[in-house]
């Protein structure tokens, strides 16, 4: 248990050396290429069969090589003692690549739904040509993490030496390494600033892994001047990371935090360090940020690039006129789609938006393209679409890459979407019919709630408990 840089020392490398040449020298270190979660690695897959560039191969972290014998650690490796000394690697997850792709190229009219993308040229025929701004979905989940949906988190690379992150779940730093592989120090150097819209564990739990992986790849990996991030969030986080610099270990130097905490405007001081730039780091020309209706303390933000475009983030919400305001006109709008049309009175009570709701949004503040995210987690694999979606409008998956010349793609993708999870969607469909069923008025939502959720009426205090859940 040996980490890497001790590893590949010469005087490490002639102490293993001394023992004789049977012993087999199992490693378990940082480096360590396992996969443990091969439904994320089949789905990733089965998805870059659609578009190569939209949604790119996982990657994984290269080995180093010993000069002794060694035997590096995998998920669930077995080491038996008797009757016979030996490894077994029978419960060790399999990930063939070649599995995948056939298991997919066996549902009904996928191929062909593929082969219309490539006839209508929506495909490149050429390599990737890395546009600026491109977004990183790196949690499109909510509430928990699950096998192909983590929680919040989402990477703005605004340039080749900038990046924005706009909330940080628990996994953010691990799907950051799923999606770079050995440039995911490069990845996490060029981070500036984070934005926590607020303080439900899915969306800020990742935040101190973050911060300690920032710090050892600018010092000890890449030698670059160690520089804080901007830590964009509500004043109360700062309790939370407080007790860990005060009982576990020092954490506040990593970042700095504006002294008022998150408000509607910022001011000067901060907002003249939150911009910096140089002539070859163009930066942000307006940051904004508004209160949301979903907890106390919810927040989401909009920010202009020197270049003109526009990007708007809802955090969690339910529909909120102060954020369409604030995200007038936006390039791209990303906006939390917990759960579908059916279930409105069920978004009214945890205060999130549903699908139809979200795309709604985007419509009023005349939003070039709508991303929608943050998904419940019974729609692990695909939300169900409504009648509201349009040539405007995408739906994100975990370690989805896009830049604004793929809005027109996008809703182009939704055939062979459909084609790739038609049996999920089939399941939901079903479920969906035997829930309207069950309710007395067949449509699935009292009309009281679908007042509230329209209206925007106040949530009644016997609801503040529901709340905590969500």
């Not at 940082?30 to 439904?39: C, D, F, G, K, P």
């Not at 981070?191 to 439900?200: C, G, M, P, R, W």
């Amino acid at each position: 248990m040996t980490p890497e840089s001790v590893l590949e020392t010469d005087q490490y490398k002639e102490w293993m050396e001394r023992f004789p040449s049977s012993t087999e020298h199992l490693i378990l270190n940082e480096h360590v290429n396992t996969v443990h979660n091969v439904r994320s690695h089949k789905i990733q897959t089965q998805l870059n069969m659609i578009h190569p560039h939209i949604f790119p191969p996982l990657r994984a972290e290269p080995q180093a090589a010993l000069r002794v014998p060694n035997v590096r650690a995998e998920c669930l490796l077995k080491f038996q003692l008797r009757p016979v000394m030996e490894w077994q690697r029978d419960a060790v997850p399999s990930c063939s690549t070649e599995e995948f792709v056939k298991e997919a190229s066996e549902i009904p009219n996928f191929l062909e739904e593929v082969e219309n993308l490539v006839l209508k040229s929506l495909l490149p025929a050429a390599g990737p040509a890395d546009g600026f701004p491109h977004v990183v979905f790196l949690g499109t989940g909510s509430a928990i993490p699950m096998k192909t949906r983590n929680v919040s988190g989402t990477l703005v690379n605004i340039s080749s030496s900038q990046s924005l992150l706009l909330d940080c779940g628990e996994g953010t730093f691990s799907q950051l390494c799923r999606h770079y592989g050995d440039a995911v120090d490069a990845a996490l150097s060029r981070i500036s600033t984070v934005f926590v819209s607020h303080l439900h564990a899915d969306h800020h739990t990742g935040l101190i892994k973050l911060l300690q992986q920032r710090q050892r790849a600018l010092v000890r990996c890449l030698g670059i001047p160690f520089s804080p991030v901007y830590l964009v969030a509500p004043v109360q986080i700062l309790a939370w990371l407080g007790q860990y610099h005060d009982f576990c270990e020092e954490i506040l130097h990593h970042f700095r935090f504006p002294a008022a905490g998150l408000r509607r405007r910022w001011p000067a001081p901060f907002l003249s360090l939150f911009l910096i730039g140089s002539a070859n780091r163009r930066s942000l020309s307006q940051f904004r940020t508004c209160l949301v209706r979903h907890c106390r303390n919810a927040f989401a933000c909009s920010f202009v690039h020197q270049s003109g475009w526009k990007l708007a983030f809802s955090g969690d919400t339910m529909p909120c006129d102060a954020f369409v305001h604030i995200g007038n006109e936006a390039t791209l709008l990303i906006h939390e789609a917990t759960l579908e049309d059916e279930l409105l009175e069920e978004a009214v009570e945890k205060r999130h938006s549903t699908t139809s709701q979200a795309i709604g949004v985007g419509m009023k503040m005349n939003a070039d393209f709508i991303m929608l995210n943050h998904f419940s987690q019974r729609y692990a694999k695909i939300p169900l679409f409504s009648e509201d979606f349009s040539d405007k409008v995408g739906i994100s998956f975990d370690h989805m890459k896009i830049c604004f010349r793929d809005f027109k793609t996008l809703p182009k993708l939704t055939a062979a979407l459909k084609a790739l999870f038609a049996e999920e969607l089939e399941e939901m469909e079903e479920r969906r019919e035997r829930r309207e069923r069950r309710s007395p008025g067949g449509g699935g939502c009292s009309q009281a709630g679908a007042k509230r959720g329209q209206q925007g009426a106040p949530l009644h205090s016997g609801d503040s408990k529901r709340l905590k859940s969500s």
